[in-house]
């Protein structure tokens, strides 16, 4: 019902457009300039008014694919384990400090969420189903950034930001807790258009035609899980 409704929407705007720009050719002819020129420049400034960032949003979102997106790894595991002897192997996804329980919740279906409070003031969630099965564990802090914890000394962490028209980035990370230090990034670039059956916030939401979705790749965004994977689960086999 939507896409009739967008359907019908273009078609009205297009018949009003071309009735527009006749209306301004018949009305320069009998002013004795070119009606031609002048019906076809109200015809391409209704078409702009409309469609005036499609074109820089390709170009930009081409650049940034091009340019910017997919696996990145500054540095390895076997150069991480030199740098810090004997951490490795003690290392595990579902170990939590416990020094630092603050308290435990209970849902409505028996799961549970255990809440650790770090001396920085960073805020662990782990959570836990109906069988008391580990789940992951939510690392908040002020900024607000979505974070989950991979072990003791890895988190996983994504950054969203804003481009021009329409483009948006999202990073994705896998960052040393204690240092800081980034070991991997996936990058990706995709538009904040949603698809025509959910809406939209402003008309601009509206512009299906660009919509953009991933592309950075699917063996990108595999070699990025597959590592994650290895630190969560200690594996020793590198990437």
């Known amino acids: 019902m939507l896409a009739i409704a967008f359907l019908f929407f273009f078609l009205l705007y297009l018949a009003i457009s071309i009735g527009l720009a006749r209306w301004v050719a018949k009305q320069a002819s009998r002013r004795g300039y070119s009606g031609k020129k002048w019906g076809a420049s109200v015809f391409l400034l209704m078409l702009g008014l409309l469609f005036w960032d499609w074109l820089p949003m390709e170009v930009l979102h081409s650049y940034k694919c091009a340019n910017n997106a997919g696996f990145f790894q500054d540095k390895t595991l076997d150069k991480w384990k030199v740098d810090n002897p004997g951490v490795w192997e003690t290392l595990s996804g579902e170990a939590l400090p416990e020094e630092y329980f603050v308290k435990e919740k209970h849902g409505q279906e028996r799961s549970k969420r255990r809440f650790y409070r770090l001396p920085d003031g960073t805020e662990l969630i782990a959570r836990y189903d109906i069988a008391g099965k580990f789940i992951a564990t939510d690392i908040l802090r002020d ?3 979505s974070r989950y914890w991979i072990n003791q000394r890895f988190y996983w962490e994504t950054i969203w930001t804003k481009h021009l028209f329409h ?3 999202w990073e994705e990370r896998i960052v040393d807790l204690k240092t800081g ?3 991997a990034r996936y990058v990706d670039f995709s538009t904040n258009i949603p698809p025509i059956g959910i809406g939209g916030n402003s008309l601009s939401d509206y512009k299906f035609w ?6 950075g790749g699917k063996e990108s965004k595999k070699l990025f899980r597959e590592l994650k994977s ?3 689960f200690n594996m020793e086999s590198e990437l």
């Open 210 to 215: 660009m919509q953009k979705k991933s592309c």
């Open 167 to 169: 483009v948006r980035e």
């Open 143 to 145: 900024d607000k950034v």
């Open 230 to 232: 290895r630190i969560r």
């Open 181 to 183: 230090e980034v070991l």
